[in-house]
């Protein structure tokens, strides 16, 4: 069989965002780009791959999918940061808590992002997601898409990644984050590449569904949705990358894991009268400026656009690292997938 796949995911931007202590995973947003897909790095620790294709040795801080932490008490001051990273007009003080870490920023008066960082990282905008409270000064914050807004003293606020900012006023700005610390101001490292199993989800006849059942009833499924694939994901040890309003885009280090948290995630949505559509598609990530992106995401989009209703699809580079005594697999045939060169194949996993 052979045809052209097309997906809703066919122009994508993902970007990290940090979450809570102890909670593994992260969150992002699916939207139209003409800059490369770019996918920010939660944190260090996976083997990196060299142009060979042979795993490389261990290179921190990078990417760690390896293990899920086990949340514990504990508690760092921030009066005695672990790290401290400088740059132009300001500086970072963190502590790393589990998989989050939370800063101390301080911007002097003066700074603006555009002039002092974006000539690190090489971006049009600031493609960080902040999450934090501002203790002292005040910042100006405009988005890509024009809108605008000011955070002052006792603020708690959310900037979604596509923006410029600076410090209004005399003082200096201060405020604890606890999601962009680890990669903000970071510049760029073309050699920074690792092989991971992407996974796409998506909820099959989720437009009709929200007519059918109206925004609230929607809404509340669509939570109950979430909690339950987020609970796969981390049971499987994988890491969220982002939701598209009814999708899920996580990566694992091993395809088995991938597939097995795909089938977990259908099983759990037939629970809550939810219909799934899964594709998985091992390949190579770089991360540049902080952020990492490759035609392996592009890939996984597509392919999850192949898979039938509560059907878990795969590549067939994922198809050759799983295991035939562990996974029934069945051709499911040639695509070519928009925007790629070359038919695919891809396969169904029937058990």
Known sequence: MSGRASSRFSSISVSFAGVPPGRPGVALGFRGRQRPLLVKPPLGGLLPNNRSGRLAALRPPLFQLASCPVPKLQRKSLNQPETVRKFPHGHIDSVALGESEVGRWEFEPGWKWSTDIKPIVGTEWCLNRHVGVVIEGSLHVVLADGTTMDFVQGDAYEIPPGHDAWVVGDMPYITYEWTSSRVFARAPDDDDAIVVTLLFSDIVGSTSMLERLGDKAWHDLLVAHNAAMREQIAHHRGREFDTSGDGFLALFEGAARAVRC?????????????????????????????????????????????????????????????????????????????GLTGAREVFRVAG
């Not at 597509?302 to 699809?313: I, K, N, Q, S």
């Not at 005594?325 to 695509?335: H, I, M, Q, W, Y």
């Open 262 to 338: 795909g089938r977990g995630m259908i099983k759990a949505a037939n629970e809550l009268g939810l219909r799934l559509r899964v594709g998985c598609h091992t390949g190579e990530v770089i991360f540049v400026a902080g952020y990492a992106h490759g035609v392996a995401v592009h890939t996984t989009a597509r392919v999850v656009a192949l898979a039938g209703p509560d059907e878990v699809v795969v590549s067939s580079t994922t198809r050759d690292l799983l295991s035939a005594n562990d996974f029934v697999l069945e051709p499911a045939g040639s695509f070519e997938l928009k």
